[in-house]
C-alpha cells in the first residue's frame, strides 16, 4: 500500500493533463465557430465549450464518463447500444478462445517436455512465431471461415485461442522444466515413473509460469477477438463500436468503447492474478 | 487422390527422420538443431500443398504454398512499396520514437522514488490494455498516413520498454553502489558506469518485446484506416476481394520482416550483454 | 607503542541505533577505540555484534547516531568524499562487463587519473596482487580467490592510506585463504597502510593483526582489545606455536564472555 498514495498522484496528474489537452486541442474548433458568427469570445466561454463539444478531437473525462454511464448502466443490456452488451460479445469470443488456446497450448507443451522429436522440431517455431505479426491474419481468418459458413463467435475465438497458444506454450515449457537437477534426481531415488514425476513435481512447479503466460495470452486473446471484430464490417462487440466510432467520427463513442476494453483487459487480468495468489497462496509458493 | 497420398507418406517420413535425428547421438550438434525445425517446418509446407492439391481446397479459401511463391515473385513492386510503408515508416519510426522516450523517461524519473513508484504500476496496466484500440483515435488526430500508425506504434511500445528499463536500473545491487560511495563517485559517474551497463539486459528485454509490438501495431493500425499502400491495407483489401494468395504473400513478408528485425536486435543484445550469464551459458 | 603515532580513527562514545519495524535495533553502543597510523586491526565476534556496521560508519557509508568518530581529523563523510580509503567486500563485487584491468581502472576514472598514470597503476597493483597477465581476463573467467584479489588490487590502486575489509576471505576455501593472508601480510608489510579487516575466523584474526578487537551482540559492544605480541614479519606455521595458541584462547574468552551477557 506504500504505492497507493503516489499511483493516485499519477493517475491525478494523468488526468489533470487530459483536461488541459482537451482544452488545447477542442479550443480551435471554437475559435473557427466563433470567427465564422463573428463573435468575440472570452477564455472561460473557450473554456467551457471545449468540455462539451458534439464532436472534440479530445473529449474531456467528464464527456467519457457520462457517455460510459449512459452506455453501461442506462441502457437495457440487451439494447444494441448497450456497451455491455457490446462488452459481452467481445468477451465471450475471448475466453473461448482462451480456454482452447491454453488447453492446446498445455498440452503441447507436454508433448515437447516428455518428447525430444516434439522438442526439437516444434519449439524452436513456437520461439520464432513470438516475433511474428499474427495478428495480421485476423481478417483472413474472418473471411475464409466465413465464406464457409462459419460466423460470428468462432472465428473470433479461433483468433484469440492463436494468440494466447504460443505464449503458454513457451511459458509452461519453461515452467515444466523448472525444476533443477537436484529435484530430478530425487525422483529417479524413488523410482518414479514419468507420469508421476510430471504429476508430483513438474505440474505444481509449473504454476507459477503458467500464470504469467495466462496473463499475456488473456490480453493477447482480447486484442484478437476485438480485431476479430474489424473485417465484417463492424456489427458487434467493442472493436466494432470503435470502427463505427471511426467512421461517423463519434469521438466519443470511441474513447467510451477504449476504456471499456481497458476496463475488460484489466478485469480479466486482474482475475487471473487472484486466482494465481489464491493457487499459490494454498500451494505454499507465496508470493 | 495422389497429392494426398504423397503428403501422409512425406509426412511419415519426416517424422521418422526427425525421431530418429533428436534420440541420436548427434542431436546435440548444432547442425542438427537447425535441421530438425527446418524439416518439420518444410513438412508442413509440403502438407499443406498436397492436401490442398489432393482435395482439391478453393484458391479463394486456401491457396497452395506454390501459388503464393508465384505471387510473391510477381508482385515484389506492390510487396517492397507496401512493407516500405508500413514497416520503414510506421513501425520502425514509432519504434525508435517510443524506445526513446520511454528511456529517457525512465532516466528522468531515475531521481524521484515517489514518481517511481507511481509510475510503474500504471505503466505496468496500460501495457496489458488493448493500446491497439487507440489507432482511430490516432488516425483522428495525425490522418491516414503513417503518422498514426507510428503514433499507434508509440503508445504500444513506450510502456513495456518504461517499465522494464526502471527495473533495468533498479538491479544494481546495494554493494555495488555502496563500492561507488567509497570512491566518492557522483549520481551521474554512477549511472553511466555502473547501473546503465547493469541495465541493459533488461533494456534489451525490453527493445525485444518492441519489435515484435511495434510492427504488429503498424500492421493492426491500418485495419483502422490508411491510404491507398501499406501491409495491414494490402490485407484487408484483398481479403475483401478473396485474393487470398496476396495476403499470404503479405504475410510471408511481414513474418519475414518480424523475425529479422527481433533478430537484429538479439543479435546487438549478443554484443553489448556478452558478460551476462544467460548468454554465456548458451 | 601506539601513543607516539598518528590517529587514523577515533571513536569516542560512538552509538547506531536502527529504528525498525520490531523496534529499536542497537547496532553500536558506546564504542571507543583508536586506530594507529600503520595498525593491522581485525574486528571479531558474532552475527550482529556490530563489526561490519563499525567498518561501514568508518567508511561513511552508515550515520551514528550518537557519539563521534572522526577519520583522519576529518568526519568519514568527508573523509570518503577526500577518497581516503579503499573498500573491499564480502563478495568480489567486479563488473562483468569489465575485464580485470578494466575493473580495477574503475575508481582511477572516477578519481580523474589520466590515461596513463591509469594504465601505469593498474600494472603495478595487478602485480602486488600476483595477477599479472590477466588484464584482459572478464570476471567470470577467473577463480572466487583470483576475483577477490582482484577486489583488493581495485581498493589498492588509487593509494588511499587505509584499507578497509569486510570478511573479504569469508566465501573461500581454507587453502586460498592461507594463501591471501600471506600475501595480504606481506602486501600490508611493504605499503604500511592502515587495515580494518573484519573476520569470523579466530585464527585469521590471530594471524593477521597487530591488534585485535572483540565485539559481542545485543547491543553492538567491544567486549576486549587485545595488543598482539607476534613479531611482524610471521611465516604460516607460527599458527603453531604457544604464542599464538594463547592469544588465540584469549579471543575466544572474549567471544564466549560476550556471548554468556546475553
Redesign the interface.
Given at each position: 500500500m506504500k504505492s497507493l498514495v503516489p499511483v493516485l498522484a499519477v493517475v491525478a496528474g494523468i488526468v489533470a493533463i487530459w483536461y488541459a489537452a482537451a482544452v488545447g486541442l477542442n479550443a480551435q474548433w471554437t475559435y473557427d465557430q466563433a470567427a465564422r458568427a463573428g463573435v468575440e469570445l472570452g477564455f472561460t466561454d473557450v473554456l467551457r465549450d471545449a468540455m462539451v463539444q458534439d464532436r472534440p478531437v479530445l473529449p474531456a473525462p467528464h464527456q467519457v464518463a457520462v457517455e460510459l454511464y449512459d452506455t453501461v448502466i442506462d441502457k437495457k443490456i440487451t439494447s444494441k447500444r448497450s456497451l455491455v452488451y457490446h462488452g459481452w460479445i467481445t468477451v465471450s469470443a475471448t475466453l473461448l478462445g482462451f480456454v482452447i488456446g491454453t488447453g492446446l497450448g498445455i498440452l503441447l507443451a507436454v508433448g515437447i517436455v516428455h518428447n525430444r522429436a516434439m522438442d526439437m522440431s516444434v519449439m524452436p517455431w513456437a520461439i520464432a512465431s513470438q516475433t511474428i505479426p499474427i495478428l495480421a491474419i485476423a481478417p483472413m481468418i474472418i473471411v475464409v471461415l466465413n465464406s464457409v459458413g462459419v460466423q460470428g463467435l468462432v472465428p473470433k475465438a479461433i483468433i484469440s485461442a492463436y494468440l494466447s497458444f504460443f505464449p503458454v506454450v513457451v511459458g509452461m515449457v519453461a515452467g515444466l522444466r523448472s525444476p533443477d537437477a537436484m529435484q530430478l534426481d530425487l525422483m529417479r531415488t524413488y523410482n518414479a515413473s514419468r507420469v508421476e514425476t510430471f504429476w508430483k513435481l513438474r505440474l505444481p512447479a509449473s504454476m507459477p509460469y503458467l500464470f504469467t503466460s495466462l496473463k499475456v495470452g488473456i490480453a493477447a486473446s482480447l486484442v484478437g477477438a476485438i480485431v476479430g471484430e474489424l473485417p465484417t464490417g463492424a456489427v458487434a462487440g467493442l472493436g466494432a463500436r470503435l470502427l463505427s466510432g471511426s467512421y461517423y467520427g463519434q469521438t466519443v463513442q470511441i474513447w467510451a468503447a477504449l476504456i471499456a476494453a481497458a476496463c475488460v483487459a484489466a478485469a480479466l487480468v486482474g482475475i487471473i492474478g487472484l486466482v494465481q495468489r489464491l493457487m499459490l497462496r494454498r500451494m505454499g509458493m507465496g508470493q | 487422390m495422389g497429392w494426398v497420398i504423397f503428403a501422409a507418406v512425406f509426412w511419415a517420413a519426416a517424422w521418422w527422420v526427425n525421431g530418429r535425428l533428436s534420440t541420436s547421438v548427434l542431436a546435440d550438434q548444432r547442425g542438427v538443431k537447425l535441421i530438425v525445425p527446418t524439416i518439420f517446418g518444410l513438412t508442413i509446407l509440403v502438407v499443406w500443398e498436397g492436401l490442398v492439391r489432393g482435395l482439391n481446397v478453393p484458391g479463394v479459401i486456401l491457396p497452395p504454398p506454390s501459388v503464393i511463391v508465384g505471387t510473391i515473385g510477381d508482385s515484389l513492386p506492390i510487396l517492397w512499396e507496401d512493407f516500405v510503408q508500413t514497416f520503414v515508416k510506421g513501425a520502425l519510426s514509432g519504434y525508435a520514437m517510443g524506445c526513446g522516450a520511454a528511456f529517457l523517461i525512465a532516466i528522468v524519473i531515475d531521481r524521484s522514488a515517489f514518481l517511481q513508484r507511481g509510475l510503474l504500476p500504471v505503466s505496468s496496466f496500460i501495457a496489458a490494455l488493448p493500446i491497439i484500440g487507440t489507432a482511430p483515435i490516432m488516425v483522428m488526430w495525425f490522418g491516414f498516413d503513417w503518422q498514426s500508425k507510428a503514433a499507434v506504434v508509440v503508445v504500444m511500445v513506450f510502456f513495456p520498454m518504461l517499465v522494464n528499463t526502471v527495473q533495468g536500473l533498479a538491479s544494481s545491487?546495494a554493494?555495488?553502489r555502496?563500492?561507488?560511495?567509497?570512491?566518492?563517485?557522483g549520481y551521474w559517474?554512477t549511472l553511466i558506469?555502473?547501473r546503465l551497463?547493469?541495465a541493459?539486459p533488461f533494456i534489451f528485454n525490453g527493445l525485444k518485446i518492441a519489435t515484435t509490438l511495434a510492427l504488429i501495431g503498424a500492421i493492426v493500425a491500418e485495419f483502422f484506416g490508411s491510404p491507398i499502400r501499406g501491409m495491414g491495407f494490402r490485407i484487408s483489401t484483398e481479403v475483401g476481394r478473396l485474393g487470398l494468395d496476396m495476403v499470404w504473400a503479405e504475410i510471408t513478408v511481414a513474418a519475414i520482416a518480424g523475425s529479422a528485425f527481433y533478430g537484429i536486435v538479439a543479435l546487438i543484445e549478443k554484443g553489448v550483454?556478452?558478460?551476462?550469464p544467460s548468454q554465456?551459458a548458451g | 607503542m601506539t601513543d607516539t603515532r598518528e590517529v587514523i580513527v577515533e571513536a569516542k562514545n560512538l552509538d547506531l541505533t536502527f529504528e525498525t519495524n520490531d523496534g529499536p535495533v542497537h547496532a553500536l553502543k558506546d564504542v571507543n577505540l583508536t586506530i594507529g597510523k600503520g595498525d593491522f586491526v581485525s574486528f571479531i565476534g558474532p552475527s550482529g555484534c556490530g563489526k561490519t556496521t563499525f567498518l561501514r560508519v568508518i567508511?561513511?557509508?552508515e550515520q551514528a547516531t550518537g557519539g563521534s568518530v572522526t577519520v583522519n581529523g576529518m568526519s568519514p563523510e568527508e573523509a570518503?568524499?577526500?577518497?581516503a580509503?579503499?573498500?573491499v567486500?564480502?563478495?568480489a563485487?567486479l563488473?562483468?562487463?569489465r575485464t580485470i584491468a578494466g575493473n580495477v581502472k574503475?575508481?582511477l576514472?572516477?578519481?580523474g587519473f589520466d590515461r596513463a598514470e591509469q594504465g601505469r597503476r593498474v600494472k603495478n597493483v595487478l602485480e602486488l596482487v600476483d595477477l599479472e597477465g590477466f588484464e584482459k581476463k572478464?570476471p567470470?573467467q577467473l577463480s572466487g580467490g583470483m576475483q577477490q584479489r582482484a577486489s583488493i588490487a581495485r581498493a589498492l590502486a588509487f593509494d588511499a592510506d587505509i584499507l578497509l575489509m569486510d570478511e573479504p576471505f569469508g566465501a573461500l576455501d581454507e587453502i586460498v585463504r592461507d594463501h591471501l593472508n600471506e600475501q595480504l601480510l606481506s602486501l600490508w608489510a611493504r605499503t604500511e597502510k592502515t587495515i580494518g579487516f573484519v573476520t569470523h575466523s579466530i585464527p585469521e584474526a590471530v594471524y593477521l593483526s597487530t591488534r585485535i578487537v572483540v565485539m559481542s551482540p545485543r547491543p553492538g559492544r567491544i567486549t576486549d582489545v587485545i595488543e598482539s605480541s607476534l613479531p611482524r614479519e610471521r611465516p604460516l606455521d607460527i599458527r603453531d606455536s604457544k604464542e599464538f595458541i594463547d592469544i588465540a584462547h584469549r579471543v575466544r574468552e572474549g567471544l564466549r564472555a560476550g556471548h554468556s551477557d546475553v
Open positions: - | 545491487e554493494m555495488q555502496d563500492l561507488m560511495r567509497t570512491y566518492g563517485a559517474q558506469k555502473l551497463p547493469a541493459m550483454t556478452f558478460w551476462h554465456r | 567508511a561513511g557509508l570518503r568524499r577526500s577518497r580509503y579503499g573498500y567486500f564480502q563478495a563485487g563488473y562483468p562487463w574503475l575508481p576514472e572516477i578519481m572478464y567470470w
